[in-house]
């Protein structure tokens, strides 16, 4: 079955550093998903990426999708205190035929002021 | 528009007794799927339904049941609660399978001593 694995498990920075989250599949790619959890809350919604090669981005953080679709990143760039929280990664299980999604295990992002 | 409102926000129970969380979807989402997310496991799939059928399940006992009205709004019913199932419960609305993006309520923190 396909899995998904994160890296770091966690991750403490500077404010002002830039950082990268990785997402890496045992299987290929149809839908890819980045949320921001805050601890004990639910899951914003950040990103959606379904090419090879797409990239998009929104405010300071960008994701990309790599040609193989079998990995993707995750770049904050000029960290911030709100950026702080747990970075989920979740791809559509089977390509999106069973209407679930799988996640990693999640990277813990502390940021220091 | 409004997001995913998943009732209530915090429950205790006692073990044996049995629970139902509730989640309403984003007005015109027909899809809703419910997660389990456990500091061991993560965050892993219960079923989800469209148009008040159950498409998908995933691997947990039969003491965990849903069910989907007419208007998408979505129960899910745990009986005889286990101190394991302690979890935040969590609900996804879809416009419907794959490549549509999944918005996820706030969740319901269960407790169950």
């Known amino acids: 079955s396909q899995e998904l694995e994160q890296s770091p498990q966690s991750l403490i920075v500077q404010e002002g550093k830039n950082l990268t989250i990785n997402c890496t599949s045992s299987?290929?790619?149809?839908?890819l998903y980045w949320y921001k959890q805050k601890y004990g809350e639910g899951l914003i919604f950040l990103m959606m990426l379904q090419k090879g090669g797409e990239e998009k981005s929104h405010e300071k953080i960008t994701a990309k999708l790599d040609e193989k679709k079998q990995q993707s990143s995750l770049h904050i760039t000029a960290s911030q205190p709100s950026h702080a929280g747990i970075y989920l990664c979740?791809?559509?299980?089977?390509?999106?035929?069973?209407?679930?999604?799988?996640f990693g295990k999640g990277t813990k992002l502390s940021v220091k002021p | 528009k409004a997001g995913v409102t998943q009732t209530p926000r915090y429950l205790i129970k006692t073990r044996g007794q049995q629970v139902t969380l509730s989640c309403s979807p984003i007005?015109?989402?027909?899809?809703v799927s419910w997660y389990q997310q456990t500091p061991g496991q993560g965050l892993q799939f219960l079923f989800e339904y469209f148009s008040e059928t159950q498409r998908n399940k995933g691997n947990f006992p039969g003491r965990f049941s849903g069910r989907q009205f007419s208007n998408s709004r979505s129960e899910m019913n745990v009986s005889t609660l286990e101190l394991g199932d302690s979890a935040l419960y969590l609900c996804?609305?879809?416009?419907?399978?794959?490549?549509?993006?999944?918005?996820f309520g706030s969740g319901t923190r269960l407790t169950v001593v």
């Open positions: 979740g791809a559509d299980k089977d390509g999106g035929s069973q209407g679930n999604l799988i």
């Open positions: 299987k290929t790619l149809y839908g």
């Open positions: 996804a609305s879809s416009l419907g399978r794959g490549g549509y993006g999944y918005t």
């Open positions: 007005s015109g989402h027909r899809s």
